[in-house]
Structure formats: structure tokens, C-alpha cells
T-cell receptor
Framework: NAGVTQTPKFQVLKTGQSMTLQCAQDMNHEYMSWYRQDPGMGLRLIHYSVGAGITDQGEVPNGYNVSRSTTEDFPLRLLSAAPSQTSVYFC????????????FGPGTRLTVT | DAKTTQPNSMESNEEEPVHLPCNHSTISGTDYIHWYRQLPSQGPEYVIHGLTSNVNNRMASLAIAEDRKSSTLILHRATLRDAAVYYCIRLNYGGSQGNLIFGKGTKLSVKP
């Protein structure tokens, strides 16, 4: 199993540009989520999904869109990048239900200039 | 609101036990306690979780106080690879998937 994969590893955007961060998992997990981590801080939940076709907002959803058309993939779209979105983005997945551990990807480091 | 309180940092010597404390005084009866850690430049990884009784796995032990208002993650013999930020997280599944709410965690340094 590859686990949770994220692409790209690094990205530099100009203010106002849009892009999609990719996340994929091969463990047949129903639950997937996106977090952002700013320097020296803990992770903050952006969006999450409990299955294909179902998404919901987390703590900091503004400026981001998600969709879940398949179990495997959960892309995160930045609609119009802003310097405040400079951060490291982590994707995670797990089985649904109590007690299942979440598996995190290696992260995407995004810089918006 | 992470709803847990942890020391900002701790130090340990290699091959000695480490006790990482966590306070969660407003915990409800159905909240689980999860611990994750984040090594430098990596995503978080699961360590252990529990509800009421103490738990052991290959990585660590989790001791939960009888009143459940605090818990302690125990690394039995710290190695240099255990240097990381450790997050204590309350998780209430509430009938649906619970979301992890991270605080700032405890940064553990391990000295050789």
C-alpha cells in the first residue's frame, strides 16, 4: 500500500491564482480530511468527507473547495490564492467509526506571494 | 478550542522513560483520548488512544486518571527518533466520524 499520497510536495503561487492540491489513498478509507499547519502551530481542519459525494466544513473552510467523487481521491481547491494561505497542507484518511487511527500524508508546502 | 492542556516543551535523556502529561478537565463520558505525534517535516502519526482504562501498544502506554480529567503518555525508553511534537486530543464521535482538533502539543527533545 502507498498509504496517503499528496502532490505536489512544494508549490509557489502568485496572489489570485487558483490551484488544486491532490490527495489519494489506497486503503479504501471512507473518511478523508484536509488540514493546514501554520508555522509553530497545530493543525487546523479545513474540510472533511465521510464518503463519496459527502463533504463538510471544518474550522477554517473559507477560500477552499473540496469534492469527493471517488473513495480514493479528495482534492482541495484554492479558488483565489492569498498570502494568508501560505501554509503546509496535510491530507488524512481513516475508516469510519470509533477508534480507527487516521493516516496522514507527507504534506504540501504552499507559498503564496 | 483544543480543550486539552499540555506543557509547551519537555526534555528527556535517551533510553530513559518519558511521561507526557495532558489535562482535559472538561472531558465528557464519551470522549476518547487520542495521542498523535509529528516528527520534524512530516505529517502526524497515530500513537495510541483510550477511553477509560490504561492502554498499551508497541509504541507507548496511555495512563488515564480514574476521574478521566487527565492522562499521561508514557514512552518506556526514549530514543532520538522519539523527538517530536506530541498532541493530546479529545475525540467525541457523537454518532458520526469524530474530527481531530489539534492544539499546540508538547515538543519533546531527547538528548543522547
Amino acid at each position: 500500500n502507498a498509504g496517503v499520497t499528496q502532490t505536489p510536495k512544494f508549490q509557489v503561487l502568485k496572489t489570485g491564482q487558483s490551484m488544486t492540491l491532490q490527495c489519494a489513498q489506497d486503503m479504501n478509507h471512507e473518511y478523508m480530511s484536509w488540514y493546514r499547519q501554520d508555522p509553530g502551530m497545530g493543525l487546523r481542519l479545513i474540510h472533511y468527507s465521510v464518503g463519496a459525494g459527502i463533504t463538510d466544513q471544518g474550522e477554517v473552510p473559507n477560500g477552499y473547495n473540496v469534492s469527493r467523487s471517488t473513495t480514493e481521491d479528495f482534492p482541495l481547491r484554492l479558488l483565489s490564492a492569498a498570502p494568508s494561505q501560505t501554509s503546509v497542507y496535510f491530507c488524512a484518511s481513516s475508516y469510519l467509526g470509533q477508534g480507527y487511527e487516521q493516516y496522514f500524508g507527507p504534506g504540501t508546502r504552499l507559498t503564496v506571494t | 478550542d483544543a480543550k486539552t492542556t499540555q506543557p509547551n516543551s519537555m526534555e528527556s535523556n535517551e533510553e530513559e522513560p518519558v511521561h507526557l502529561p495532558c489535562n482535559h478537565s472538561t472531558i465528557s463520558g464519551t470522549d476518547y483520548i487520542h495521542w498523535y505525534r509529528q516528527l520534524p517535516s512530516q505529517g502526524p502519526e497515530y500513537v495510541i488512544h483510550g477511553l477509560t482504562s490504561n492502554v498499551n501498544n508497541r509504541m507507548a502506554s496511555l495512563a488515564i486518571a480514574e476521574d478521566r480529567k487527565s492522562s499521561t503518555l508514557i514512552l518506556h525508553r526514549a530514543t532520538l527518533r522519539d523527538a517530536a511534537v506530541y498532541y493530546c486530543i479529545r475525540l467525541n464521535y457523537g454518532g458520526s466520524q469524530g474530527n481531530l482538533i489539534f492544539g499546540k502539543g508538547t515538543k519533546l527533545s531527547v538528548k543522547p
